[in-house]
């Protein structure tokens, strides 16, 4: 049987806590800046709990 493999681009975007929720980065915040609101800009910058249905494709995704 062949070893599980991590997928890489999940392992760079996606972080666990310390009591095991995962993380991620909010998107938008590349580029057209100057019309987005401050609080927007803000916003986008946290981190965010992924939705519980998608937990358990990740942790499949990282190899857990």
């Known amino acids: 049987m ?3 493999k991590t997928h890489q681009g999940t392992k760079k975007r996606i972080k666990k806590t310390a009591s095991g929720k995962l993380m991620r980065e909010k998107s938008y915040r590349n580029h057209f800046l100057r019309k987005k609101s401050s609080a927007r800009k803000r916003a986008y910058g ?4 992924i939705h519980s249905s998608e937990t358990k494709n990740i942790k499949r995704a990282l190899g857990e």
């Not at 946290?46 to 709990?49: L, N, R, Y």
């Open 46 to 49: 946290k981190q965010h709990e």
């Open 2 to 4: 062949p070893k599980m």
